[in-house]
């Protein structure tokens, strides 16, 4: 097709055809590179931010349960209550920090709905832990931070029925609220924690979509841009042969000048197009590190999701921990009541042994005048006899008295006997009562003890939280730091592309010489 054509219109078709392959390549890079910077925008401004913004909101929530059930304990001191509920007023405003950070961000319909529904949960858990901070104003106001302990003492001193007695009992209460409260609390915020993660999740899965639709641009990019260098450099070579066959003969018979000219264009070409390979491999260069850096960014973000699930998991051990010191703090709470109650029937034991040992006393000090009144009816009996004769008369009488007297003095010890039975039985009561609540104690020590070591492990497990909490956050440091890296290679490719336009230019130029050298040789075609 070329040889019916003259050299002119070769030259010109033939730079037209190198011009159009290099905008072909050229343009496929520039798409490619205006997807991935969409796509790296949006896991940046988007993704990233909200996901952070959104684990905010969780912490937060999470401190604020932690420092709840904190309230619960009436062991807390009045300065350790206050750490408690400042802590809760920092949670609340990390998240109003946090809500206000994830709603600048842009939301997709269905990212908005699972949001709605996460605001849903999170107002019912919000009224819930109003109620609770409620509850807890009452118990303060009491002034009774450990109404058990106050109870057992008023008891030991005999002020069941006085008004302290009255104010610790609704204190006590009030304390059973506060747990009640604190056990629906979790609840709700077991079901705003899910619907929070949901919506981290969704934005975690947005960004993977992206990191592999960034992938597949990155693949198109490398595969185009060894397509333009393998393509390229070939198509020069066919057109410069057929040229060379077209021109070869008439060129021999050309001036040496131009010859010379020709030469020199051609050398300042190929030296433009060596530039221009150069910044090709630059290119494909900075995007494998490109793809390295997004390799990483796709690391830490699952190893972000590995110790947000290792957190999760401890919160979850810490709170079965929570769960069982609560049964055992309960079970301490029945025994010492229930060892109350026996040191009370000891009371009333020792209280009846009382009253009958008065009894005793009375019955020994009839016994003793009886002993007395016999003794006096003996003298009279004696002085009877003495005078004897008809008046022994009045000895019988006597004797008769005494003995009546004597069937007295017989029933009162009789009843002497039998209240000292009755004695040794409250006695042996009391012993046994008393031995009952020895046990009881010992019981009850040893589920104190038990619920010490509850609180330690609770304490373990926090710390433990703590501890994948920091491990997060250098992750996500990592993150941004990785996505610096991505923005300075996607500058190299930006500052390859302007270096590519200029190589170009310096092509152009090349050409218009070229030009002029055939418009010297237009007599010789």
């Known amino acids: 097709m070329l040889r019916n054509l003259n050299l002119q219109t070769r030259l010109i078709s033939a730079f037209l055809m190198m011009g159009l392959l290099v905008f072909l390549v050229a343009w496929v890079g520039w798409t490619s590179t205006s997807t991935l910077s969409q796509h790296i925008e949006t896991i ?14 969780n912490e937060g929530q999470t401190q604020i349960e932690s420092s709840e059930r904190a309230l619960i304990n009436p062991a807390l001191s009045p300065v350790e209550r206050q750490d408690a509920l400042n802590r809760m007023d920092k949670a609340w405003q990390q998240i109003k920090d946090g809500f206000k950070a994830y709603e600048a961000t842009p939301r997709t319909a269905e990212e908005d709905a699972l949001y709605k529904q996460m605001l849903k949960y999170w107002e019912e858990w919000k009224q819930e832990d109003q109620e609770l901070l409620r509850i807890n104003q009452e118990f303060e106001k009491v002034g009774i931070l450990n109404p058990l302990a106050l109870q057992i003492e008023l008891i030991k001193q005999g002020k069941s029925n006085s008004p302290e007695m009255a104010r610790a009992r609704t204190a006590s209460n009030l304390l059973n609220k506060l747990s009640q409260q604190a056990k629906l609390i979790r609840v709700k915020f077991i079901t705003s924690e899910k619907s929070t993660l949901a919506v981290a999740d969704y934005n975690r899965k947005q960004a993977d979509n992206a990191y592999q639709s960034a992938q597949n641009d990155i693949s198109k990019t490398q595969v185009s841009v060894l397509l333009g260098m393998t393509v390229g450099p070939l198509t020069a070579i066919i057109l410069g042969i057929a040229l060379s066959i077209a021109i070869a003969k008439p060129l021999d018979k050309a001036l040496k000048g131009i010859i010379n000219m020709i030469v020199s264009s051609s050398t300042e070409i190929a030296a433009t197009i060596e530039q221009q390979e150069r910044l090709a491999v630059q290119q494909a260069a900075s995007v494998n590190q490109t793809t390295t850096t997004m390799d990483e960014l796709g690391a830490s973000s699952r190893q972000s999701a590995m110790q947000a699930e290792s957190a999760l998991e401890n919160a979850s051990n810490v709170l079965n921990m929570a769960a069982e010191g609560s049964k055992v703090v309960h079970k301490t709470q029945e025994g010492m009541l229930s060892l109350t109650e026996k040191v009370g029937a000891i009371a009333d034991q020792v209280l009846h042994l009382s009253q009958q040992t008065n009894q005793i006393a009375n019955i020994t000090n009839l016994v003793s005048d009886l002993a007395n009144q016999t003794n006096m009816l003996a003298i009279n009996a ?49 012993v046994v009562v008393t031995d009952e609540g020895k046990k009881t104690l010992d019981n009850s020590l040893k589920l104190t003890e038990c619920t010490a070591d509850n609180f330690n492990n609770v304490a373990n497990a926090i710390n433990s939280v703590v501890m994948s909490s920091q491990q997060i956050y250098l992750n996500s440091k990592q993150q941004a730091i990785a996505i610096e890296q991505v923005v300075d290679a996607m500058n190299v490719l930006n500052k390859g592309a302007t270096e590519t336009a200029s190589g170009i230019t310096q092509s152009r130029i090349g050409t218009q010489t070229l030009n002029k050298a055939a418009f010297n040789l237009t007599s010789l075609v």
């Not at 988007?46 to 959104?54: D, K, V």
């Not at 003995?403 to 009561?429: E, G």
């Open 44 to 57: 940046g401004k988007n993704n990233l931010p909200s996901i952070e913004a959104l684990l905010k909101i």
């Open 382 to 430: 004696t002085v009877e006899a003495v005078r004897s004769g008809e008046q022994g008369k009045s000895f019988g009488v006597v004797a008769t008295e005494i003995r009546r007297l004597a069937d007295q003095s017989k029933k009162s010890s009789d009843l002497i006997n039998d209240l000292i039975n009755v004695i040794k039985n409250s006695i042996n009561k009391t």
